[in-house]
C-alpha cells in the first residue's frame, strides 16, 4: 500500500526556515507530479507549490520568492524549503502525490504536519 510521511514542521519565529520532506513508499511504479498544499483553521485548503515528473514547478503568488519546492526521484521524496516565513504561513502542510502503485494510478496524501510562525 502507497503512504506518504510528511516530516520537518515546527515552530518557528517570523523570518525563520523550515523544511519540510515527504516520503512516498509501498508498492511504487512511478510517482509523477507532487505538491505541497495547506489548511488553516477556518480557511479552505490551498496549493503552496507543485513540481511535476519532469522538474517544472508552480507557486502560490504569496510564497513566491521565500518557498522552493525539489524532489528526488531515487528516494521518491519531494521537499519544501520555506524561507523569511510569516504569521501568515501557519498552516497543516500536506503533501500530495500522483502515483502509479499496486492499486493504479492514484492521488495519495500525507496526513499532514503543523507549521507554527510566531511574530
Known amino acids: 500500500q502507497v503512504q506518504l510521511v510528511e516530516s520537518g514542521g515546527g515552530l518557528v519565529q517570523a523570518g525563520g526556515s523550515l523544511r519540510l520532506s515527504c516520503a512516498v513508499s509501498?508498492?511504487?511504479?512511478?510517482?509523477?507530479?507532487m505538491g505541497w498544499y495547506r489548511q488553516a483553521p477556518g480557511k479552505q485548503r490551498e496549493l503552496v507549490a507543485f513540481?511535476?515528473?519532469?522538474?517544472?514547478?508552480n507557486y502560490a503568488d504569496s510564497v513566491k520568492g521565500r518557498f522552493t519546492i525539489s524532489r528526488l526521484n531515487i528516494k521518491n521524496t519531494v521537499y519544501l524549503q520555506m524561507n523569511s516565513l510569516k504569521p501568515d504561513d501557519t498552516a497543516v502542510y500536506l503533501c500530495?502525490?500522483?502515483?502509479?502503485?499496486?492499486?493504479?494510478?492514484?492521488?495519495?496524501w500525507g496526513q499532514g504536519t503543523q507549521v507554527t510562525v510566531s511574530p
Open positions: 500530495n502525490a500522483d502515483v502509479l502503485g499496486d492499486r493504479g494510478r492514484r492521488d495519495y
Open positions: 509501498g508498492t511504487i511504479f512511478s510517482v509523477n507530479d
Open positions: 513540481i511535476t515528473g519532469g522538474g517544472s514547478t
